[in-house]
T-cell receptor, first 111, second 112 residues
Framework: EDKVVQSPLSLVVHEGDTVTLNCSYEVTNFRSLLWYKQEKKAPTFLFMLTSSGIEKKSGRLSSILDKKELFSILNITATQTGDSAVYLCAVEPYYGQNFVFGPGTRLSVLP | DADVTQTPRNRITKTGKRIMLECSQTKGHDRMYWYRQDPGLGLRLIYYSFDVKDINKGEISDGYSVSRQAQAKFSLSLESAIPNQTALYFC???????????FGPGTRLTVL
C-alpha cells in the first residue's frame, strides 16, 4: 500500500527561526513529490520535485528530494507568522495515478 | 474569479438525507478529484475522473457517488448521509503534464 509519512506532525517556533519539515514515502512507483501549504482554506501548491538532489527555491522556502532514501525536506528560513499553516506532502506514484497525501505538519510561528 | 469553485461552502444536514456537492473549474483541466479532509488524516481521495467518460473510485468511495457532467463540472453525492461523513470536502483539478493540483475552497459538511 502506498504511504506518505510526515514529521513532525506539529511544530512551534519563533519568528526568525529556520525549520525543516520531513516527508518520507513508500510507493510502488514514483513520478513526483509535491509540497502544499494549507492555511484556513484550500491547499496551495508550493513545489513539485521529480529529480534527486536538485533544490527548488521560492523566496525563503526550499525543497529537495532524495529518491534513493525516499524522502524530501522542506526548509523555511527566517520564519514569519504568515508561515503558520499545515504543510502537506503528496506523492504521485505513477503517471496517471493519484496523489497520495501525508497527514501534514502543522507549523505555528510565534511573534 | 476563482479557478475552482465549490457549492455550497457550508452545509448542515441530517442523517439519511441525500446531499450533492458541486464543483466547477475554469482551468480547462481534464482531471478532477474529490477529497475529504479529517483532522490528523490528511487528504483522502474519494473519487477521481481523468475525463468526462472516466470515473474511478478512490481510497474511500463507499457511501459516495459522483457525476462528471462536463469537463468543467464534477459533482459528489452522498446518497444517505451519516454522521461520520462530517468533514471538509475539497474538489481539485490537475493538468497531466505540469503536475500540481488546484484546489477549490472546500465545503464544510456536518451530518447530524
Amino acid at each position: 500500500e502506498d504511504k506518505v509519512v510526515q514529521s513532525p506532525l506539529s511544530l512551534v517556533v519563533h519568528e526568525g527561526d529556520t525549520v525543516t519539515l520531513n516527508c518520507s514515502y513508500e510507493v510502488t512507483n514514483f513520478r513526483s513529490l509535491l509540497w502544499y501549504k494549507q492555511e484556513k482554506k484550500a491547499p496551495t501548491f508550493l513545489f513539485m520535485l521529480t529529480s534527486s538532489g536538485i533544490e527548488k527555491k521560492s523566496g525563503r522556502l526550499s525543497s529537495i528530494l532524495d529518491k534513493k532514501e525516499l524522502f524530501s525536506i522542506l526548509n523555511i528560513t527566517a520564519t514569519q507568522t504568515g508561515d503558520s499553516a499545515v504543510y502537506l506532502c503528496a506523492v504521485e506514484p505513477y503517471y496517471g495515478q493519484n496523489f497520495v497525501f501525508g497527514p501534514g505538519t502543522r507549523l505555528s510561528v510565534l511573534p | 474569479d476563482a479557478d475552482v469553485t465549490q457549492t455550497p461552502r457550508n452545509r448542515i444536514t441530517k442523517t439519511g438525507k441525500r446531499i450533492m456537492l458541486e464543483c466547477s473549474q475554469t482551468k480547462g483541466h481534464d482531471r478532477m478529484y474529490w477529497y475529504r479532509q479529517d483532522p490528523g488524516l490528511g487528504l483522502r481521495l474519494i473519487y477521481y475522473s481523468f475525463d468526462v467518460k472516466d470515473i474511478n473510485k478512490g481510497e474511500i468511495s463507499d457511501g459516495y457517488s459522483v457525476s462528471r457532467q462536463a469537463q468543467a463540472k464534477f459533482s459528489l453525492s452522498l446518497e444517505s448521509a451519516i454522521p461520520n461523513q462530517t468533514a471538509l470536502y475539497f474538489c481539485a483539478t490537475s493538468e497531466a503534464v505540469q503536475g500540481g493540483e488546484y484546489f477549490g475552497p472546500g465545503t464544510r459538511l456536518t451530518v447530524l
